[in-house]
């Protein structure tokens, strides 16, 4: 099975690597995570929702991985709105102190993923 090529978003400003597996479907999802030797997800979350965000180590530094079984925008922003709090909480920043800065956050992880998303359909 060939895996399909995932979408890496890095962020400048907090240095933090998003790894995005969009409309994976589980075998795919699971090969991806055997092939990077990620093994602290449990294949009960994956095989039992549609999607998900979790703080990875690989040999990158931390990452947080965010998969998507649909290739939905919808359950894309729930997932990047769970990884954008794990950012925010790595750097010790409360979210409601800092409300403006953490919707502008999600807004510019939503953007970089979608325009990746948008080039990558255009380069099959």
């Known amino acids: 099975m060939k895996i399909k090529k995932y979408i890496e978003i890095y962020d ?3 240095h933090q690597n998003y790894w ?9 999802f699971k090969k991806f995570l055997k092939d ?6 449990s294949n009960d979350i994956i095989d039992n929702y549609g999607g998900l965000q979790a703080t990875i180590e690989s040999e990158y530094g931390t990452s947080i991985l965010i998969w998507t079984k649909k290739q939905s925008v919808e359950t894309l922003l729930h997932e990047l709105i769970h990884a954008s709090l794990s950012t925010f909480e790595g750097i010790r920043q409360d979210v409601h102190k800092g409300e403006e800065a953490y919707a502008y956050y999600v807004q510019y992880l939503y953007t970089e993923a ?6 990558k359909g255009k380069n099959k």
Do not use: A, F
């Open 114 to 119: 979608l325009n990746k998303i948008n080039k």
């Open 36 to 41: 990077n030797n990620i093994t602290d997800i």
């Open 20 to 28: 995005i597996c969009y409309g994976y479907s589980i075998e795919e």
């Open 12 to 14: 400048k400003i907090y």
